[in-house]
């Protein structure tokens, strides 16, 4: 399976394993120095496709909308998929202008609809 492209997720069958390559686990703090993180999240990585989950806080939002991608894109991941609700679709729309949101599909987690969402660096 290629991992240098979003396509590799897509083009698998449903039934073939992916083997995950690397968990991460991101730690946002408010300023230099402290020892207590404001948020977090977790990141399942393959190749240059990353997961995002477990969003806890503001952290990751508020990164995206002041540095865009480019810290995800040290970690080597180009291309991040998340699971949004619709309000936070909305809101992302609105304030984040260095990436590219692009809704993949509606999908369910327990009784709440989501938008499985592919995020970009912004051309």
């Known amino acids: 399976m290629s991992t240098n492209t979003a396509a590799a997720f897509t083009s698998a069958p449903t039934a073939a394993p992916v083997v995950l390559v690397r968990q991460s686990s991101l ?3 408010d300023r ?4 207590n993180p404001r948020s977090s999240m977790q990141l399942a990585q393959v ?3 990353a997961m ?3 969003l806890m806080g503001p952290g990751f939002y508020e990164l995206l909308q002041q540095r865009g991608l480019v810290d995800f894109e040290a970690l080597g991941v180009r291309y991040v998929y998340a699971a949004i609700s619709d309000a936070h679709l909305r809101l992302m729309g609105t304030r984040l202008a260095g990436v590219r949101i692009e809704v993949q599909f509606k999908c369910w987690i327990g009784a709440h609809l989501f938008n499985w969402v592919l ?3 912004a051309v």
Do not use: Q
Request: hydrophobic share 45%.
């Open 27 to 29: 730690l946002f703090f």
């Open 32 to 35: 230099p120095g402290t020892l």
């Open 47 to 49: 190749g240059e496709c």
């Open 52 to 54: 995002a989950y477990s």
């Open 119 to 121: 995020l970009t660096a």
